[in-house]
């Protein structure tokens, strides 16, 4: 194994205020913890490493205060907290009863913006607390009368606006369950995905709106609806103002208009705390994406625990997290009325080249507290000299960031653009657990280039190769106790076989998620990147996020991705992929800055064979890159054997890491018959 990156800021780059802290939700929680349930380890409520002790060494403690420090409220009463500590298998609270969608309703004050509807234009409207419940009790009531019952599935093909965010509340509160992708899925991607849930209801839109254009998806709608036999209706969505054509499929259609505007009372069913909420597709690089089913309490209980602590949202904030309806994200993100805070949808190009910095436009304008957004954003932000600052962000207190590792080299940006007290909180986490692994809170430190700390509730360790717990050495990502949002089942997975070979195969008994950490013996967490990504050089790895983060720091580079991959004869091959920034030519003195970087911040023995300009990286449509297909790809596999090309963002890029491919073993082939002859 390596050893972990050098950390270029060893103090802290940032610290809270003590009175920032002590001021804190995480902080009250501790203090309510240490009274009601003899929490010893929070006696300090700002001594954050004190209180992640106790969650993880008193589980059932700890998650019944998050339960009861969150009034939670359950029809019937659980019975115990964690009846059976098992992975997989945990059984959380039997015997209580409870809806996800009575939570996010309840906290709403009825005059004040419960949400903010906002796109690339500008423009803008809000729903009030009131007029959400109203609307949720309209699409449920014709839901019901669609022939929605508890248990049913209702799908959406939406963009990030209002109506997920009503249909997704109306179909929890009937205790069916929800699925959504966005309309930049092909029909067929979508159908990929919901044909497995054989759904009752498709509520889809007329099109979206991205980068000044307005995507007509009237027709992928109607032929989506046609792959779907099982659908009783489909509720046809006017978000762009375009007229529906006459001649639609065969089964019945309704206007939204018509869905959401009738008088009616909201009835929230109560259903076991296991019941499934919702279902959220892996990004099926290979094969059909494989449906991660949560349930109603556990998504419930691990949401109001990262967005009320860890985010310190409450009544009064406002939330604005770029994140399109087929990322995790969304699903954190409407969780956000959980806590009482005000949510922001989003349907656009988070930086439309019309105006690049609209969403720092529209954070000041609506008084964000929580902005939230990725890497890739941030790196493009100071590559495009926006200054954030020019509007005023006075209300923003952190940034949350995920996606990928987020590079040092982002944090005094930040601090010099957006400004100087605000927390750079960048976070790891997955769809699988729908929420975190590791992050930041009120109360924890920023170092540059790590996470602050794991989570709490997260029994969080980094394995070496002999599954033995190690500190301050790089290890594999696992979880040695339970959460409540991991997943309850796979869609189709009937004898969970397919489930316990995803995370449980390595390490009997825990989770195995599948990326490189180092836990330091000062409590943060560094990402290093995927670990069936390694780079493994005479028996040295690395993960491929540190030569990541060293190369798109350099302002010639927008983006960059390393492949290690094994080659027949028993050889190494380890390209650098780079798209150079507009008018940037990537010649010999480029390429030596980019060794001579790497070898300095990262490591001289995985200084790269080649350096490649590239029009562009592929990446899944959550934005990450598509590193283990790619090496596949150049390794000599067939394009269908290990990618599915309605997962990527731009399925050209497959038939061009292919020819690349093809190119160097054509190549080694020539060499070696010269070499014989």
């Known amino acids: 194994m390596t050893t972990p990156r050098p950390t270029p800021y060893p103090e802290p780059f940032l610290r809270p205020g003590p009175n920032t802290a002590a001021g804190s939700r995480i902080a009250d929680f501790a203090r309510w913890a240490l009274r009601h349930r003899g929490a010893e380890d929070a006696h300090d409520p700002t001594d954050y490493q004190a209180l992640y002790h106790w969650s993880v060494t008193d589980l059932e403690g700890f998650w019944a205060a998050v ?69 949720v009790a309209s699409v449920a009531a014709t839901l019901r009368d669609l022939g929605v019952h508890m248990g049913d599935r209702v799908v959406g093909y939406l963009p990030n606006t ?18 959504v992708c966005g309309q930049d899925y092909a029909p067929k991607a979508a159908a990929d995905r919901f044909a497995q849930l054989q ?48 001649t639609r499929h065969t089964g019945l259609t309704v206007p939204w208009d018509e869905a959401a505007t009738r008088t009616e009372y909201l009835t929230i069913a109560p259903v076991p705390f296991d019941h499934p909420l919702w279902v959220v597709f892996s990004s099926g690089t290979t094969g059909l994406p494989k449906g991660i089913v949560h349930g109603h309490g556990g998504v419930l209980l691990e949401h109001l625990k990262i967005l009320g602590l860890h985010c310190d949202l409450g009544v009064g904030d406002r939330l604005l997290w770029y994140t399109t309806t087929h990322w995790m994200m969304w699903n954190l993100v409407v969780s956000t009325l959980l806590t009482g805070a005000t949510t922001c949808t989003y349907d656009g190009s988070p930086a439309p080249q019309t105006r690049p910095d609209v969403l720092w436009e529209l954070a000041a304008r609506h008084k964000v507290t929580v902005f939230g957004t990725s890497p890739q954003y941030l790196l493009a932000m100071a590559k495009l000299g926006i200054e954030p600052s020019l509007h005023d962000l006075s209300a923003i207190r952190a940034i949350g960031c995920t996606g990928s590792a987020l590079p040092a080299s982002a944090y005094p940006w930040v601090r010099d653009h957006v400004g100087a007290g605000v927390q750079l909180a960048s976070t790891s986490g997955g769809t699988d657990v729908v929420s975190g692994f590791a992050g930041s809170s009120p109360t924890t430190p920023v170092w540059a280039g790590e996470l602050s700390a794991p989570n709490l509730g997260v029994a969080l360790a980094a394995y070496d190769g002999a599954g033995r717990a190690v500190v301050d050495q790089v290890g594999e990502l696992v979880v040695t106790r339970p959460m409540p949002s991991m997943p309850l089942y796979f869609w189709n997975d009937p004898d969970g076989s397919r489930y316990r070979d995803a995370y449980f195969g390595a390490y009997p008994g825990a989770w195995r998620h599948g990326d490189w950490i180092t836990l330091t013996s000062r409590g943060s967490v560094i990402v290093h990147g995927r670990s069936d990504a390694t780079l493994n050089r005479n028996g040295v790895r690395l993960g491929s996020a540190d030569i990541h983060d060293i190369v798109e720091r350099l302002p010639e580079i927008t983006e960059a991705l390393v492949i290690g991959a094994e080659e027949p004869d028993g050889g190494y091959w380890m390209p650098l992929f780079v798209v150079p920034a507009p008018g940037v030519n990537l010649d010999d003195a480029l390429r030596d800055r980019i060794r001579d970087a790497i070898r300095a911040g990262a490591s001289p023995r995985h200084v790269p064979d080649e350096i490649l300009a590239v029009p562009a990286i592929p990446h899944t449509k959550t934005g990450k890159k598509l590193e ?15 990618l599915n090309p309605s997962a990527v963002d731009n399925p050209d890029l497959v038939a061009y890491f292919a020819g690349l491919g093809a190119e160097r073993r054509q190549a080694r082939h020539s060499h070696t018959i010269k070499d014989a002859s």
Do not use: C
């Open 199 to 246: 759904p009752t209801v498709l509520i889809t839109a007329d099109g979206y709106l991205f980068n000044g254009t307005s995507h007509d998806r009237r027709a992928a709608s109607l032929e989506l609806a046609d792959a779907l036999p099982t659908l009783k209706a489909t509720v046809l969505v006017d978000h762009l103002g375009l007229a529906w054509p006459e």
């Open 628 to 642: 283990v297909p790619v090496k596949r790809l150049l390794q000599g596999a067939r394009a269908e054997q290990v």
């Open 162 to 179: 209002p109506h997920a965010v009503i249909a997704f509340l109306a179909t929890a509160s009937l205790g069916a369950v929800w699925s």
């Open 67 to 135: 339960w009861e420090y969150f009034d939670v409220a359950a029809t019937t009463p659980y019975e115990r907290v964690l009846a059976e500590e098992t992975m997989p298998g945990a059984r959380w609270f039997p015997g209580a009863t409870l809806n996800y969608a009575h939570h996010a309703l309840r906290n709403l004050h009825p005059d004040a913006p419960a949400i903010t509807a906002l796109d690339e234009t500008g423009a803008g409207y809000e729903i009030t607390g009131r007029q959400l419940r109203a609307q």
